[in-house]
Nanobody, 124 residues
Framework: QVQLVESGGGLVQPGGSLRLSCAAVGFTPGYYAIGWFRQAPGKEREVVAA????????FFGDSVKGRFTISRDNSKNAVYLQMNSLKSEDTAKYYC?????????????????WGQGTQVTVSS
C-alpha cells in the first residue's frame, strides 16, 4: 500500500523558515513526480511547487517564487519543501501529492495520490 506522509509543519513567526518533508511510503523511488499544494480556510487549493522524477525540473507558484525551494532525495524516497521569508498569507494546510510520470504539474487533478496534510501557521 502506498501513502504520502507530510511532516514539519508548525507555528512560525513572519520572516521565519520551515522545512516540510514528504515521505513516499511504498512508492518505487524515482518513478513519480511530486507536487506541494496548500489550502487556506475559505480559499481554493493552490499549487506551491512541483519537482520531476529525478529532480531536474522544478516549478513554483507565483506567490512563493524566490522564497521556497523544493528538492528530493530518491535514496530516502523523500521530497522537501524549504520555506523561507514566511508571510502570514502562507498560512495554510500543505499537502504533498504524487503523480506517476516524469514531470510534475500545477494542476491538482493530475496527481494520483495525496497525503493528509500538515498545518503551517505564520503568526507573531
Amino acid at each position: 500500500q502506498v501513502q504520502l506522509v507530510e511532516s514539519g509543519g508548525g507555528l512560525v513567526q513572519p520572516g521565519g523558515s520551515l522545512r516540510l518533508s514528504c515521505a513516499a511510503v511504498g512508492f518505487t523511488p524515482g518513478y513519480y513526480a511530486i507536487g506541494w499544494f496548500r489550502q487556506a480556510p475559505g480559499k481554493e487549493r493552490e499549487v506551491v511547487a512541483a519537482i520531476s522524477q529525478r529532480g531536474e525540473s522544478t516549478f513554483f507558484g507565483d506567490s512563493v517564487k524566490g522564497r521556497f525551494t523544493i528538492s528530493r532525495d530518491n535514496s530516502k524516497n523523500a521530497v522537501y519543501l524549504q520555506m523561507n521569508s514566511l508571510k502570514s498569507e502562507d498560512t495554510a494546510k500543505y499537502y504533498c501529492a504524487a503523480k506517476i510520470g516524469w514531470h510534475g504539474s500545477a494542476k491538482g487533478s493530475m496527481y494520483d495520490y495525496w497525503g493528509q496534510g500538515t498545518q503551517v501557521t505564520v503568526s507573531s
